[in-house]
């Protein structure tokens, strides 16, 4: 039988991992152990109790070890932030955390017989436990942190600003690298800048720009989801939200793991103050204060500035400076990608290739006659319009 007194003693001496006692599900565990310690054995509270612990339980895993590993490995604690930073760990620390990995260990494995039969009735939902290492498995983590990352960052890979804080998204665009078709060679330079970054290389601010539908935004999404198993995360920010990067670079200038800035569907006018905050970030080098971080930006303009007739003819006595000012700031983007509209030929290459991918019974000749009726019907071709025009006919089919 459980000793629950000696384990409740344990557990009220974490340290180093006193968050977990904050999270939902483990506070509802411990509610039952302390009533059993201190004899509160009413049936009917303590029925309820377990019965509220074990439905918050099933909505994660019905497996209790598994959801305290998770719990314990997402935990931002003193001793991941300063493993994250590269700090040196006291001997005290370390010894520390052994011992409390092992008490967690002890909870993660209670046994809910052991709970059932002190609380004396049998009609009770129940957990599965079982046998791993929490002290080998966290060594382990923290040996890859770079690419594990902790917190917040350890579950989620794509992040958005709301309320001035760093927000996961918890169903992001899934598209990967390997659905795109056409603009290989646009989409390699980007890549090879984000492995520069994931290998800790020099790495530029990114700005593609070009016609619209042609897989700008999704190129970054995909990167983000095919790198994140080597530490890559994404944050995306409204252009409304540029003055929150200075406070997005400090807080994550010391975690080990690597960021994308993502701005969408960039765009300036003439006496915007959210186009001096940009050029002042970039002209600042965001990566000369956090090696970790780059802006990748998304534009349907070259210039990123909307120009008007008055700034063609000049109302400005110093008119060529202005205009020069306006229309540089794509140039403090270290590297520029152009994402052109395609031809005919690139087109029809991209409808062919998602045909295939689509496994569409169709033979491709007429495939290719729908495709070009239906760019011509929506004013253009572009990788989107196939894309639509494939699952059009993906739908038709099915």
């Known amino acids: 039988m459980m000793n629950f007194r000696a384990l409740m003693m344990d557990i009220s001496s974490l340290t180093i991992f006193r968050n977990v006692l904050k999270d939902h599900t483990v506070e509802k565990l411990l509610r039952i152990i302390d009533d059993i310690c201190e004899d509160k054995t009413e049936s009917m509270r303590l029925i309820n109790d377990y019965s509220e612990f074990a439905s918050e339980l099933y909505k994660h895993t019905d497996n209790l070890t598994r959801y305290m590993h998770d719990v314990v490995l997402e935990d931002e604690n003193i001793y991941m932030l300063k493993k994250g930073a590269g700090e040196e760990i006291s001997p005290l620390l370390e010894e520390r955390l052994s011992d409390e990995l092992l008490i967690l260990d002890n909870l993660a494995k209670i046994n809910c017989d052991d709970i059932i039969s002190a609380i004396g009735y049998n009609s009770l939902s129940k957990w599965k436990t079982e046998d791993i290492d929490f002290t080998k498995i966290y060594t382990d983590r923290i040996k890859d942190i770079d690419k594990y990352g902790y917190g917040i960052y350890a579950k989620n890979h794509i992040f ?222 572009s990788p989107r319009i196939a894309r639509q025009f494939i699952e059009m006919l993906k739908g038709i089919e099915e």
Do not use: W
């Open 160 to 381: 958005v600003i709301k309320d001035g804080k760093i927000k996961p998204v918890s169903f992001p665009d899934n598209t990967r690298l390997s659905q795109f078709s056409g603009y290989a060679a646009q989409r390699q330079i980007v890549i090879d800048n984000t492995l520069a970054l994931l290998n800790g290389k020099p790495a530029n601010n990114v700005l593609l720009y070009g016609d619209c539908g042609t897989g700008k935004s999704s190129t970054v999404k995909a990167i983000a989801n095919e790198y994140k198993d080597r530490g890559l995360r994404l944050i995306e920010l409204k252009k409304k939200q540029l003055h929150e990067i200075p406070l997005i670079v400090e807080t994550v200038s010391r975690n080990p793991l690597k960021f994308i800035l993502f701005i969408d569907d960039l765009s300036f006018t003439e006496n915007d103050d959210d186009f001096a905050t940009l050029k002042a970030i970039l002209e600042g080098s965001v990566s000369s204060a956090a090696d970790n971080l780059v802006i990748y930006a998304t534009s349907n303009r070259r210039h990123l500035v909307k120009e008007s007739f008055s700034n063609r003819e000049g109302d400005d006595i110093h008119f060529n400076d202005t205009m020069q000012e306006l229309l540089s700031l794509s140039d403090r983007f270290g590297i520029r990608v152009v994402f052109e509209k395609p031809d005919k030929k690139l087109y029809l290459s991209v409808v062919e290739d998602l045909a295939r991918q689509y496994k569409l019974n169709m033979s491709i000749e007429d495939i290719k006659k729908k495709a070009e009726v239906f760019a011509l019907e929506r004013g253009g071709r």
